[in-house]
Nanobody, 122 residues
Framework: QVRLVESGGGLVQPGGSLRLSCAAS??????YGWFRQAPGKEREFVAA????????RYADSVKGRFTISRDNAKNTAYLQMNSLKPEDTAVYYC?????????????????WGQGTQVSVSS
């Protein structure tokens, strides 16, 4: 059974940091992506990483503040989020796919986690 389980969300003050983890089980994945969805908004792309970490992609809104990484030995992906802003508040989803190729749209990822809430507020 394939599962993606996110953890690390929570409430943080503006300017603070959080580290999200996505633990995969059941198979290995070529690509991981992080997406987020705020209330009343569409799910949007945040960051993506390929199988060896050599290819990284970020949404313009998080460039310079968020860093995606992966540990293949642990079958886990991470999203380090620094300098958090209130507009980063959303449910964050981990996504994964076995294909080495794909864009940043949600349709390019076959497997999804259940999401973890990130709230940025003073």
């Amino acid at each position: 059974q394939v599962r993606l389980v996110e953890s690390g969300g929570g409430l943080v003050q503006p300017g603070g940091s959080l580290r999200l983890s996505c633990a995969a089980s059941g198979r290995t994945f070529s690509r991981y992506g992080w997406f987020r969805q705020a209330p009343g908004k569409e799910r949007e792309f945040v960051a993506a990483i390929n199988w060896n970490g050599a290819s990284l992609r970020y949404a313009d809104s998080v460039k310079g503040r968020f860093t995606i990484s992966r540990d293949n030995a642990k079958n886990t992906a991470y999203l380090q989020m620094n300098s958090l802003k209130p507009e980063d508040t959303a449910v964050y989803y981990c996504a994964a796919d076995t294909s080495p190729f794909g864009g940043t749209a949600t349709i390019n990822y076959e497997y999804w986690g259940q999401g973890t809430q990130v709230s940025v507020s003073s």
